[in-house]
């Protein structure tokens, strides 16, 4: 059975940074790409960033370039994202989805529960 | 970057109702699109792919057409369990984008 689990969300304040982890299972985490999607309260999704299987092509909405790094590490089957300089608008709940393809991003088939980041001061 | 429009943004129907959810893309994404089903406090769902192919386990009640710029998720008969709020994404660039959603209310 697939599972996400993410961690690493909370209050933060603007300006701050903060790293969310997700942890994968019950598939081969190497072989497929990841993404990070957020909603903020009331709203719809946004997709964040997305990284391939390999690690080597990562591509980020233009909200977050230059602020958030997503990462992975297939030995440990965990997906990251690094997100520095926060803003309030930042404030979501950011959600680990694993996508069908490997190198190429495209849609997602399973999702974590969520973790909620809030940036306040 | 290519900006997905759904509409209507909320829509009332009653058990049993056909229910049509349209979604248009500012440029074309080809079939590159998907649905999702998201219900309060809980991570979407993936209903639909490649414009038009339900995904596993999917009720054959939901289904998917279009290509190009406009799409459409039709409910043939909707069921308690549809009230929910549903979501297209385009995949045809590396920028994804989701539509704004459509709620399904009673």
């Known amino acids: 059975e697939v599972q996400l689990l993410e961690s690493g969300g909370g209050l933060v304040q603007p300006g701050g940074s903060l790293r969310l982890s997700c942890a994968a299972s019950?598939?081969?985490?190497?072989?497929?790409?990841m993404s990070w999607v957020r909603q903020a309260p009331g709203r719809g999704l946004e997709w964040v960033s997305a990284?391939?299987?390999?690690?080597?092509?990562?591509h980020y909405a233009d909200s977050v370039k230059g602020r958030f790094t997503i990462s992975r590490d297939n030995s440990k089957s965990t997906l990251y994202l690094q997100m520095n300089s926060l803003r309030a608008e930042d404030t979501a709940v950011y959600y680990c989805?694993?996508?069908?393809?490997?190198?190429?991003?495209?849609?997602?088939?399973?999702w974590g529960q969520g973790t909620l980041v809030t940036a306040s001061s | 970057d290519i900006q997905m429009t759904q509409s209507p943004s909320t829509l009332s129907a009653s058990v049993g109702d056909r229910v049509t959810i349209t979604c248009r893309a500012s440029?074309?994404?080809?079939?590159?699109l998907a649905w999702y089903q998201q219900k309060p406090g809980k991570a979407p769902n993936l209903l639909i792919y490649?414009?038009?192919i339900l995904e596993t386990g999917v009720p054959s009640r939901f289904s998917g057409s279009g290509s190009g710029t406009e799409f459409t998720l039709t409910i043939s008969s909707l069921q308690p369990d549809d009230f929910a709020t549903y979501y297209c994404?385009?995949?045809?660039?590396?920028?994804?984008?989701f539509g704004g959603g459509t709620k399904v209310e009673i």
């Open positions: 989805a694993k996508d069908r393809s490997f190198g190429v991003v495209t849609y997602f088939d399973f």
């Open positions: 019950g598939f081969t985490f190497s072989s497929y790409a």
């Open positions: 990284i391939s299987g390999s690690g080597g092509s990562t």
């Open positions: 440029h074309s994404v080809n079939t590159w």
């Open positions: 490649q414009a038009s």
């Open positions: 994404q385009q995949y045809n660039t590396y920028s994804l984008a």
